[in-house]
């Protein structure tokens, strides 16, 4: 067989990062750049030709607009190139499960793109960089690995988009998912997938979104005002998600003002601060004007509704039927 063609994007995070010592605490992210990288994983002697490209070197937290358009134009040159067999990102793992929604929404289905993080900083005890990255080269140049979205490998387990979140911040097993947990699991010598791919064949969902839309995102908490709730809405605000307690609640004078923000036609989406949370939709929607999230996570949905206002799907009804169709 011949030998999988990677393109490897960087962009920084932890997986890039030092400490300086073993033992540390503190670390800046995005040390190593992609030749570094690359250099370190020849030594591992992994069977494949590796293209890096660095996009950015920079903690995921500063990751936004800018740095996400030059990332998707260099993945969908990589997905249309024939010499190509996958893309793997590196990523901080406090973001990548954004950036992997957004591209697993508006890249093509038909080729493997593979996100990848770390925890631990490259040299300290214990780093877990090394290892995930063979792990993520497993996966992408694996012939089931297309066809399933954009995939995030952390640890052992694969991850699609819509499920992955970070759940903890202080360990090497940080990542969980919802409502599927992992689907597949992963060694540099070893792949399982738990079921067959679920997109084959499938085109880019939506079109990337030029200019963005301005979608606001609420948190609530006991005791939160309408006042404040309103700090957030601006005159370009069209659409908010309402990160609730529980299944999507937030108080009756909230309410009160997103119903008459709904009626005056903005988009309001019920989605839930709690972390394994399925917010469906209830009775009062229909009179209130509300979407229901279901599974999606707050900063998720956001992402969603920007993406269809972009395209100029504005309506509520097919708005509904985009959250329930994920
Ligand atoms: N600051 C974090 C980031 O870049 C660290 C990490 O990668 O885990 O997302």
Redesign the pocket.
């Known amino acids: 067989m011949t030998q999988p063609r990677i393109t490897v994007l960087a962009t ?4 890039a ?1 030092k400490a300086g010592s073993a033992t540390r605490h503190d670390y800046r ?2 040390q190593i750049g992609i030749d570094e990288l690359l250099g370190q994983v020849s030594a591992l002697g992994i069977d494949s030709q590796f293209r890096g490209q660095q996009i950015a070197n ?4 500063d990751i936004g607009e800018q740095i996400w358009a030059q990332l998707h134009r260099a993945a969908l040159a990589a997905i249309n190139d024939p010499a190509c067999n996958g893309v793997i990102i590196t ?6 499960e954004e950036t992997a929604f957004l591209f697993d929404q508006t890249l093509p289905a038909d080729k493997p793109v593979v996100m990848v ?3 631990r900083p490259a040299d300290a005890v214990g780093s877990d960089g090394l290892r995930n990255f063979a792990n993520a080269v497993q996966v992408v140049s694996d012939g089931d690995a297309a066809g399933r979205g954009v995939l995030v490998v952390m640890g052992d387990k694969v991850f699609a988009a819509r499920d992955i979140r970070k759940a903890r911040t202080a360990s090497a097993d ?1 990542f969980a998912g919802y409502p599927r947990d992992e689907i597949g699991l992963v060694r540099p010598s070893k792949l399982e997938w738990f079921g067959a791919p679920w997109r084959s064949g499938e085109e880019a969902r939506f079109a990337y979104p030029d200019p963005w839309p301005e979608v606001a995102l609420i948190y609530i908490y006991a005791g939160i005002t309408a006042d404040v709730a309103a700090r957030q809405i601006t005159g370009k605000t069209r659409a908010v998600i309402v990160a609730g307690v529980g299944e999507g609640n937030m108080p009756e004078a909230v309410r009160d003002y997103l119903a008459g923000l709904a009626k005056a036609g903005m988009i309001v989406v019920r989605a839930s601060r709690v972390e394994e949370a399925l917010v469906d939709r209830a009775p009062s929607d229909d009179e209130l004007g509300f979407i229901a999230v279901r599974a999606l996570r707050p900063a998720k949905a956001r992402i969603l509704v920007q993406l269809m206002l972009a395209s100029g799907k504005a309506d509520r009804v097919a708005i509904q039927a985009e959250f329930d169709r994920r």
């Open positions: 920084g995070g932890t997986i990062g992210p995005g920079i903690g995921s937290e990523h901080g793992t406090d973001t990548v993080g770390a925890m940080a």
